[in-house]
């Protein structure tokens, strides 16, 4: 209960500390404009212009739509390669042998670029659902795997002696020595398996399907109507934002905290 | 004549320490000049015939003549303080006093006798401060007050520019970033010792007050790309932005302030409000460019009007009796006037607001009297100790020595 007021009471000076974010972006959009000023509308839409077209689309209410079925196959494909790979990965880095075998394994799968997947993924399930979620659980599934099997890998055997020495009860030794490691870890590996899913969505959605925001970027490409791909465009890298800022952030502040002791 | 009016002079207690006759004439300069100013708007005087017209005159004067007043004051006290250098010679300061009236003179008449003696004046004041603090800044092993040097050095380019550019309130506006940077270089040294003293004497403990130098710096880069934009770029989009980004990297400074229930004490809290008044100054600034109101310049008096002559009052009411030897003021008018000049700021906003226009000039007044009411509070309250003797009766700037019975909080409310 203390710890949950704890946490309450950080909240508002976790929000402030955004500010620092705001500056940085707020500089960004200078350039930005900047740039558009000197190559035009039509090559880079101002920040102003692209937020006033996303301003649109969203009043319109089409928007919404088309951020929900890209969010939806993200979070899936995003969900699927967390939960196996996690599992996965923390499995084979209990064993060397596991680690050894999957070593390759794994190397083949991060080399392989994510748009060789997507053509196989179009041969295999068509245009559906099915095809982005697949690309998205295929690229994010070897980071998230290689993130848990050095999480298990890089345990300090001192500390497991320890545990041990002091007979330190298995719930005891799983939160308390286990976890805090193995979840700093994996919770980067997580976020930037995130990340990497709401790329590779957008990514898919505009060469396969015929709905959600890459299909929209797809439509805007072809009408030539930039302000529009960079409003779309702004709309996915605002929610991955949001949603790095405002969830993983904290999480990852609270998971992390043991380290600063060090 | 000369050989014993000069000493004579000199001897005042006017001129035991740096701060005493320019803090005076920062709060008595910058009331009689919000009088004539709005004087003149309401057509009851004429307009002074300075080059570059009525707006610049009000803008300089209140810049190079109220804050630099106020500025010198500080920077009379402080430097020593900081280096460990001697105190400025008490008939060095009466020139530098009657230089700086002689710079305020000349402007006003610039229009019958040429800018140039103003300029050589205004100028001649800067360089002869430069001239004082530079080696004892530069003396000083690593140099941590450096950038003071390069504050006065800006301001002084920002001023020269007044003079011989072709379009003076461009730089003016100059002079106003140059500022805003040095409030953030001043009070982060002035709220280390305040808030940490104030914390150190209240006995608390787990709680400390840091001003954290990569804020700090983010908020200056910020101010400074913003005023160069604006001063090259005028009116571009790319200066909204970077108003925006120089508002938000001041608020994220007040990261360092959330100190809980602490920041409610009074001299903690106005020091916070600067910080307030300038994030929203920018803000507005930005928003306003951005948006194409016309609220630009009720952003900039956020700045000036609110910010920084809150920071101005705020030093002011501390330096002016710690280092006069008196104890802080604990009277209730100090608060009261501190209000004032954010009421005062921001009325001056909302006589901008378009939807306002009726009342414009009432609320105008409104802000140019709440904002003399409390410089005028001040001078009431500091005449005797800017111009009357030290308690103990001692020469220089020495903060007044604890004694056994002193109450135990001087800082609390």
Redesign the interface.
């Known amino acids: 209960m203390n710890l949950l007021r704890a946490w309450l009471a950080g909240i508002?000076?976790y929000l402030?500390?955004g500010?620092?974010a705001?500056?940085?972006l707020?500089?960004f959009?200078?350039l930005w404009?900047?740039g558009a000023?000197v190559h035009g509308d039509l090559v880079l839409p101002?920040?102003?212009a692209t937020f006033d077209t996303l301003a649109g689309l969203l009043a319109e209410g089409s928007a919404w739509q088309e951020l929900m079925v890209t969010a939806r196959r993200a979070l899936i494909g995003f969900a699927l390669s967390l939960a196996a790979g996690s599992v996965l990965g923390l499995i084979a880095g209990l064993s060397m042998t596991a680690s050894m075998m999957s070593r390759p394994i794994v190397t083949v799968l991060v080399g392989m670029p994510p748009i060789a997947w997507l053509v196989l993924a179009l041969l295999w399930f068509g245009s559906g659902d099915a095809t982005p979620v697949f690309t998205v659980f295929i690229a994010c599934f070897p980071i998230v795997f290689v993130g848990a099997l050095q999480g298990t890998r890089t345990l300090d055997d001192q500390l497991k002696d320890v545990a041990r020495a002091y007979r330190l009860p298995a719930r005891m030794t799983l939160t308390d020595v286990y976890l805090p490691h193995v979840v700093s870890y994996l919770f980067p590996a997580w976020i930037a398996a995130l990340g990497m899913s709401w790329k590779i969505v957008v990514m898919a959605e505009l060469l396969s399907t015929p709905d959600g925001v890459g299909a929209a970027l797809a439509v805007s490409r072809s009408h030539l109507d930039t302000a529009a791909s960079m409003a779309w465009i702004a709309a996915v890298v605002g929610l991955l934002l949001a949603v790095e800022y405002l969830v993983l952030e904290p999480i990852k502040r609270e998971v992390e905290g043991w380290r600063a002791i060090q | 004549m000369r050989q014993t009016l000069i000493p004579g002079l000199a001897a005042h207690p006017l001129f035991l320490c740096g701060f005493r006759p320019f803090y005076l004439a920062t709060a008595g300069y910058g009331v009689f000049l919000l009088a004539v100013w709005s004087a003149m708007l309401s057509g009851g005087l004429p307009i002074p015939e300075v080059p570059g017209g009525a707006v610049v005159w009000h803008a300089f004067e209140l810049i190079h003549g109220f804050a630099l007043a106020s500025v010198a004051g500080f920077l009379l006290t402080a430097v020593p303080e900081f280096t460990g250098c001697a105190i400025v010679d008490r008939r060095r300061l009466l020139g530098l006093f009657l230089l700086w009236s002689a710079g305020r003179v000349a402007y006003w008449l610039a229009g019958a006798i040429t800018i140039w003696p103003a300029a050589l004046l205004n100028l001649g004041f800067l360089a002869w401060l430069a001239v004082m603090f530079a080696p004892p800044i530069w003396r000083d092993p690593g140099r941590p007050h450096v950038s003071f040097l390069y504050a006065l050095a800006a301001l002084a380019i920002a001023q020269a520019g007044v003079f011989l550019g072709a379009d003076p309130m461009s730089w003016l506006y100059v002079a106003t970033g140059v500022l805003m940077i040095l409030i953030v270089i001043a009070m982060s040294r002035i709220s280390m010792r305040l808030i940490n003293g104030m914390l150190d004497v209240e006995g608390v403990s787990g709680v400390e007050y840091l001003a954290r130098p990569p804020r700090r710096d983010l908020a200056m880069f910020a101010i400074g790309l913003f005023t160069a934009v604006e001063f090259l770029l005028p009116g571009n989009g790319v200066s909204g932005w970077l108003a925006l980004a120089a508002s938000a990297a001041v608020f994220n400074l007040l990261n360092d302030w959330h100190i809980g229930r602490h920041l409610f004490n009074r001299w903690v809290f106005m020091l916070y409000l600067v910080y307030w008044l300038m994030a929203l100054g920018y803000g507005l600034i930005g928003v306003a460019i951005l948006g194409d109101w016309p609220l630009v310049s009720a952003g900039r008096h956020l700045l000036l009007a609110g910010a920084m002559s809150l920071a101005i009052f705020a030093v002011m009411v501390v330096a002016g009796r710690i280092h006069a030897g008196y104890w802080l003021d604990r009277r209730r008018w100090l608060p009261v006037a501190a209000t004032l000049i954010v009421a005062a700021a921001l009325c001056r906003v909302l006589a901008a607001v378009p939807v306002l226009a009726e009342r414009a000039n009432f609320l105008m007044a409104l802000s140019a009297l709440a904002w003399m009411a409390a410089f005028a509070l001040f001078l009431a309250h500091f005449w005797p100790v800017l111009v009357g003797p030290r308690p103990d009766n001692a020469a220089g700037c020495a903060e007044p020595v604890p004694l056994e019975d002193t109450p135990k909080s001087e800082f609390a409310c």
């Open positions: 508002p000076a402030w500390s500010w620092g705001i500056s940085s707020m500089l959009f200078a404009d900047w000023q101002s920040p102003l």
